[in-house]
Nanobody, 123 residues
Framework: QVQLVESGGGLVQVGGSLRLSCKAS????????IGWFRQAPGKEREFVSW???????AYSSAARERFAISRDDTGATVVLQMNNLKPEDTARYYC?????????????????WGQGTQVTVSS
């Protein structure tokens, strides 16, 4: 069973940046579509960004213009660079592997999930 591991979360002030990483236990994220979601306390898990196996990209309206998704040269890591962070970005961030069908903005379209990494933006 594939395990995804997120890292890079933390506490940052408004306007700061964080770089989240997502790796797979079997080191094989390349070729798979990977999504980032976030969930704040009391709220539903929401789509943040997605990258296809061929490096097509998509962003939520909240992430567009401030966040950037990418893969490293080996394809083994998917990175979410988050800039100009706002208090409303505070949430636990998860990466997940897209199953290959369905709409990538819905959590139900993903099979393997990481445990998440906490992002807290203080004002």
């Amino acid at each position: 069973q594939v395990q995804l591991v997120e890292s890079g979360g933390g506490l940052v002030q408004v306007g700061g940046s964080l770089r989240l990483s997502c790796k797979a236990s079997d080191h094989t994220l390349s070729g798979f579509d990977i999504g980032w979601f976030r969930q704040a306390p009391g709220k539903e898990r929401e789509f943040v960004s997605w990258i296809s196996g061929t490096n097509n990209k998509a962003y939520s309206s909240a992430a567009r213009e401030r966040f950037a998704i990418s893969r490293d040269d080996t394809g083994a890591t998917v990175v979410l660079q988050m800039n100009n962070l706002k208090p409303e970005d505070t949430a636990r961030y998860y990466c997940a592997r897209f199953v290959g069908w369905g709409n990538h903005i819905y959590p139900s379209a993903y099979d393997y999930w990481g445990q998440g990494t906490q992002v807290t933006v203080s004002s």
